[in-house]
């Protein structure tokens, strides 16, 4: 009877062993969940003076969700599943919440469309969270107040405007006459200009603040020469962000000249005309699903989300902080179709990133120009270098 007792437990050990290892191992076949939330914001621009073409009102969400395709692409066979959850709202009340609540749901991965103001509050209502910036071009991010759980995914305005300044010394254009907007966006810009054009050893010859109110379209011959009237200069530069003006100031300046900046030749994270590097099977694969071409937003949210699944590929986990640790590591060279391997910068979380200066219908150049060289990185002569940084980015 002992006999048949102890034969009983045995079996019924057995099965109870096989079963913990069976569930065991169906748990290991999981695939690794990656949730990733999506905050969009963009405040009102309110009228315009121009019939300028807006920006699409889902820019930037629509990077993110075909990164998530992509990244589900490779991800099957390295059993990983990427999920975007994504909120766009029409107020920063309502963007907090949203923000609250992915929270509490358990994301701690962020891509987030939103400009200065809601970053910074977002920073400081999710520290234990890793945000990527794909929104806001602020220079005081990577310069002078940058926010630990940040990286930017988007240029920054000084990565843009040595981008642009860089090409004029390469075609021997020194003097400048700078043109502002009102707006503080404009201000920001043209303060970039400032800093680029002093950098590389250029001169602005005269700035002049945009402050007619009148519709252009009817007095562009009548009051753009004029306006454009004073000391000779080989290009113009216009700090124009919102459209207000600058589609104008082609071809009715004083002297004929080149104009670039925020409107004629332009740099920019992202243009439809970069096709080189398999850039064209993305636009292909983002036009398929957006039925529109590709922005600078977009891609920020594309390559961010990328950033994001590359790193848990080699991780394979999701922490936040791991990953900000890898992402700042020289361990991670991320593939952005732009002919180099980006990386963030450990000193302010900016993706290093070439710089497409175009025309609206052709690329013409990309920055790093060729010549301008650095100790470590070439990309890193665009924008804020170690020693140009003061806040810390631990």
Known sequence: M????????????????????????????DPLQVRIGYLGYRPDPGPLLSTVIPEPTDAGLRGA??????????????????HLQSTVVDNPEALLEAARVQHAQGLR????????????????ALPDSLLFNAGSADDSL??????????????????????????????????????????????????ALRRAMKRFGLKIVAEKPWTFDNDQRRSAQADMPLFTQTAEY??????????????????????PRPVAGTQGLTPTGWHYTVETYGAAQLQKRFEALAGRNMNDRDFAAWVAVRSIASAVSKLRQTDPVAIRQLELSDQLPLDGFKGRKLSYRPWNGQLRQPIPI???????????????LHPTNEMDSLGFDKPEVSCRYP
């Open 2 to 29: 002992r006999q048949l007792i102890g034969y009983a437990l045995f079996y019924l050990l057995a099965i109870a062993c096989s079963a913990l290892l069976a569930t065991q191992s169906q748990a290991d076949d």
């Open 65 to 82: 969700e075909l990164a998530i395709i992509d990244s589900n692409s490779t991800g099957r066979f390295l059993k990983h599943d990427y």
């Open 109 to 124: 991965l962020f891509i987030v469309n939103v400009p200065l103001d809601s970053l910074r509050q977002l920073s400081a």
């Open 142 to 191: 990577r310069s002078t107040d940058c926010l630990a759980n940040v990286l930017h995914s988007l240029p920054s305005r000084a990565m843009l405007a040595d981008a642009l300044v860089q090409f004029m010394v390469v075609r021997k254009w020194q003097r400048a006459l700078l043109i502002v907007g009102q707006t503080p966006e404009d201000q920001a810009y043209a303060a």
């Open 234 to 255: 080989d290009v113009v530069l216009v700090a124009d962000e919102r459209g207000d003006f600058g589609e104008y100031v082609p071809y009715q300046t004083w002297y």
């Open 358 to 372: 175009v025309q609206p219908r052709a690329l013409v150049s990309t920055a790093p120009e060729d010549g301008f």
